[in-house]
């Protein structure tokens, strides 16, 4: 049976199966009867003789896979069987073939259960136009669905802009790494920074626990104060990369205080290089013994020294 | 006829539609205070060119937001389950590159965090589940389109 001049079945509108009007579907399941467009209610089940065996959603079952499967199907507890499925697009899988022939129009118009399926049918249910989106392909919708998403993107965009506009430390529109924005904090506290300086010295976890005990070098700890407070070593002060300028000046008295006693900064550790660009920042301000422990807070921690929580500046 | 009984499946769909717009709509809201934060751990994958860090920062916190309240909200969520599903395809891809690059970064994926190749993993994992809720809800979503006149 081809696709095109499948005979359709209009039910009447009490559901009576009394008309048999023919009409045509294209091979994409879209009625093109202008009748049958105008057709009412529900989907409909239009085999020869079941005109008015009205479907409701959910008439197939769930997993349909294959075109041209036989199925069993079930409508209104009762089985048709032999009936073949026809996937003809994805809103379309209410449209069915029969194959199973009807013996007589006496065989059709008997109550329901006894109708049986003997004779040469070619067509059956359509979907309601009036319900049902026109033929459209699973790959339209999700393009159209991408494009919802790229103009999401946009919007969200603009919304980003608006809320950064409107907040207290808005961000540039082109950023900045961590080391440009900290020499940018730093001209806040020189005039002139040369920050080309050498890089500072370092120190092992040994070299540092004896200093942290003995009480004999000033420790800072570069990590955001967040982090600080959730623990640090034991007599550190916070000296955080992020609001360097602010923490200088905050601890500026302790500073000059300790230019006769060596510094050791420190931070998370691994690979986190706060600690370096503050030790650098230091000797650019004029502070000569400064030093980095590389472990940081991570290797003193794993190592089970003491540990001081709360902040401290 | 009674339609087949599918609310166990609805109920589940709504549950993981609700579990995966917590998701975004926690991480949407924790970038969106910190943008500077999110901006650094953008740049440690080294993926996105400088000029667009910032709007990058700016433009995704409101983005994983607005994924989460579409999630949430039945006549939207197809469209926030398919922006879900397509967000955590782009985050995967940058987490498995810098895995792979032997990069140990804090993705910034929700809030500061310690660097740490532990938890990059975790967040990969965290990407596959996301992905595969969304793509549930969404395909489920798309199955089960409202009718519409023609």
């Known amino acids: 049976m081809g696709p095109r001049s499948q005979r359709l079945h209009r039910p009447s509108p009490a559901g009576e199966p009394t008309r048999r009007d023919t009409c045509y579907k294209s091979s994409r399941g879209q009625v093109r009867s202008p009748e049958i467009r105008a057709a009412s209610p529900g989907l409909f089940c239009a085999c020869s003789g079941w005109t008015n065996h009205t479907l409701g959603p959910g008439f197939f079952p ?29 809103w379309d899988l209410r449209v069915a073939i029969c194959k199973q022939p009807i013996s007589s129009p006496a065989a059709v118009s008997g109550p329901a259960q006894s109708r049986p399926l003997t004779s040469a049918v070619s067509s059956i249910a359509i ?34 802009l608006v809320i950064n506009r409107g907040s207290l430390h808005p961000l540039p529109i082109v950023y900045q790494t961590p080391e440009q924005r900290f020499d940018a ?14 890089p500072a010295a370092t120190v092992g976890l040994h070299e540092f626990r004896s200093a942290v005990e003995s009480k004999s070098a000033l420790i800072l700890d570069a990590r955001p104060s967040l982090f600080f407070e959730q623990g640090h070593v034991p007599g550190a002060l916070n000296l955080a990369r992020d609001d360097f300028a602010q923490d200088y000046r905050h601890l500026s008295l302790s500073l000059k205080a300790a230019t006769d006693k ?27 013994n400064v030093s980095v422990f590389t472990g940081g807070w991570d290797a003193w921690s794993a190592a089970g020294m003491p540990a001081s929580t709360g902040s401290v500046r | 006829m009674m339609p087949p009984d599918n609310s166990g499946r609805n109920y589940a769909v709504l549950a993981v539609s609700i579990a995966v717009a917590a998701v975004f709509i926690y991480a949407g809201i924790d970038k969106i205070r910190d943008p500077l934060q999110f901006a650094d751990s953008t740049a440690a ?27 949430l909200a039945p006549p ?35 809030g500061v965090g ?34 519409q006149a023609p």
């Open chain 2, 114 to 147: 310690a660097p740490s190749r532990q938890r990059m993993w975790l967040e990969l994992a965290l990407d596959v589940a996301l992905f595969s809720g969304a793509m549930l809800v969404y395909l489920r979503s798309i199955t089960r389109l409202p009718a």
């Open chain 1, 62 to 90: 769930k997993r349909l896979s294959t075109p041209d499967a036989p199925m069993a199907l079930r409508s209104r507890g009762r089985s048709i069987k032999s009936v073949d499925v026809f996937l003809l697009s994805h």
């Open chain 2, 45 to 71: 994958f080294a993926i996105v060119p400088a000029v667009f860090i910032n709007l990058f920062a700016l433009g995704l916190p409101p983005f994983e937001l607005a994924c989460g309240v579409l999630l």
């Open chain 1, 127 to 160: 979907q309601d136009p009036t319900r049902l989106p026109q033929a459209r392909s699973l790959a339209w919708q999700i393009v159209r669905d991408l494009a919802g998403v790229a103009m999401l993107a946009i919007a969200s965009l603009a919304a980003g």
């Open chain 1, 185 to 198: 904090e730093l001209t806040t506290l020189v005039a002139a920074p040369p920050f080309k300086i050498a």
């Open chain 1, 262 to 288: 060596p510094i050791i900064v420190y931070c998370a550790g691994g690979e986190c290089h706060d600690s370096r660009l503050v030790a650098n920042a230091l000797l650019s301000l004029g502070f000569s």
């Open chain 2, 76 to 110: 939207t969520r197809r469209v926030g389950a398919l922006a879900v599903a397509v967000i955590s395809v782009m985050f995967f891809t940058a987490l498995a590159s810098a895995l792979l690059r032997g990069l140990t970064l804090d993705c910034g994926c929700f």
